[in-house]
């Protein structure tokens, strides 16, 4: 099964923590329907990952981001996982353009165990439609979200049609009105879509225990790609006849395996940094006309880690060196809105834009998350100038114990304006 990250809450003055087992568990079977409501916001938000281990030293160069933010001083709070109270979380998030999005929430319950729904949106996040419970997770998945929950990840074909996945896989057609369970679907990791066409990423620990690491799926049945990439992926875009696929070793050394036809044929060609594999990554997004875009980023520790964009556009055989980003805080993704507008996200960091395709850029919701004491961002979403950002709001005090507000923060310019609203759990 594929290496996992581990998703666990930041509590103050800890700054490591190890991953679970990476064996995933079954989901257990739905629960009965729920007609869903309309105009129900979610109650949101998954703690960011940890990151432990020494920091390689990054290339000598300017930063490019402007009204860089500082990480404080820690301060004792509890986290959303030791409060014996209700408390909900979004584990995953996607727009499919300005209007159509969906929501992964994981709701738990004071005592009992967490279920999962879909909450799904047609006017980008301004209100949301609640959907239906239909994956109750196992005890040991009771509380904060992790990757070892039954679902982790949520892809939209269209706004009726869309999958989630985890240690199974799910399919609706009819907007979240109601989910079927695919049958022999392996544990996924991650998916990948581009001109209808879903590849799964199979959860591989080892090559020598999967028959695949890309499987197909289609009209409800997976297939195996035929031709593989080679290696263990640890993320994967499409654009096009394009796919791109960072590879590690057993070392945690990798490559980038590259297809212009779809899938047919790969070939293997180097990362921009050495480093760039540390932690199953590099973030890595693509732009619609082609552009390929890369966060190195180096071991991480006590809330800094190097971190350096580079930019490919002739299909990854050649990379501009962007500049070194802020050292402060992790990378966990970046996503490319348009050619130009780009956002980058972490855990202990604010929210980062770019309006000019990487060259620079700006902070934002500096005062609202990302506090290096407190609770992260949990889940970012953009597509055009819309972009959605779901976070625990800062507690009131150091003695709070939740169970914590949940806040939407939506801007639909760029950035250059937020809306802020409390999603109670």
């Not at 409800?220 to 994967?236: E, K």
């Not at 921009?272 to 980023?297: D, K, R």
């Not at 050292?327 to 980058?344: K, V």
Request: proline share 8%; with cysteine; hydrophobic share 40%.
């Amino acid at each position: 099964m594929k290496l996992r990250t581990c998703y666990i809450p930041l509590v103050a003055l800890v700054a490591a923590a190890g991953c679970a087992s990476p064996t995933a568990p079954s989901a257990a079977p739905p629960s009965s329907s729920v007609p869903p409501s309309s105009s129900v916001p979610p109650s949101s938000s998954v703690p960011s990952s940890a990151h432990a281990g020494s920091s390689p030293a990054a290339p000598a160069s300017q930063s490019l981001v402007t009204n860089p933010k500082q990480i404080g001083s820690p301060a004792v709070v509890s986290s959303p996982a030791d409060a014996s109270q209700p408390q909900a979380y979004v584990t995953a998030a996607q727009l499919l353009n300005p209007n159509d999005g969906a929501v992964v929430v994981k709701d738990c319950p004071a005592q009992g165990s967490c279920a999962f729904r879909v909450d799904v949106t047609s006017d980008g996040g301004a209100t949301w439609r609640r959907g239906q419970d239909f994956v109750i997770a196992d005890a040991a998945d009771n509380g904060s979200a992790n990757m070892e929950d039954p679902v982790i990840g949520i892809t939209m074909l269209s706004a009726s049609d869309m999958y989630v996945y985890g240690s199974s896989v799910w399919h609706t057609t009819d907007a979240d009105a109601t989910w079927a369970q695919l049958p022999g679907a392996p544990a996924v990791d991650d998916m990948a879509i581009n001109n209808g066409e879903l590849w799964a990423m199979v959860a591989c620990a080892d090559l020598s225990r999967c028959s695949s690491s890309i499987d197909v799926i289609s009209s409800g049945r997976i297939t195996t790609l035929p031709h593989q990439p080679g290696g263990l992926i640890g993320s994967i875009v499409r654009e096009g006849h394009n796919a791109y696929a960072v590879l590690r070793d057993a070392g945690g050394v990798g490559a980038l395996a590259v297809s212009h036809n779809d899938g047919d044929s790969w070939q293997q060609r180097a990362l921009p940094q050495p480093y760039c594999t540390f932690s199953l990554g590099p973030g890595m997004t693509i732009t619609s006309t082609g552009e390929l875009f890369v966060v190195c980023a180096g071991g991480a520790g006590v809330g800094n880690e190097p971190k350096d964009l580079f930019v490919s556009d002739d299909g990854a055989l050649s990379w501009r060196h962007l500049g070194s980003l802020e050292t402060y805080g992790y990378a966990d993704g970046i996503i490319a809105a348009t050619p130009d507008i780009l956002w980058r996200y972490g855990g202990r960091s604010p929210v980062y834009s770019s309006t000019d395709a990487g060259r620079t850029w700006h902070t934002q919701l500096d005062d609202n998350v990302g506090d290096g004491a407190g609770p992260m961002t949990q889940a970012v979403v953009a597509a055009g100038t819309t972009a959605l950002v779901f976070a625990f709001g800062l507690p009131p005090d150091p003695t709070f114990t939740g169970p914590w507000t949940i806040n939407e923060y939506r801007t639909t310019d760029a950035g250059a304006s937020w809306q802020t609203r409390p999603l109670q759990p």
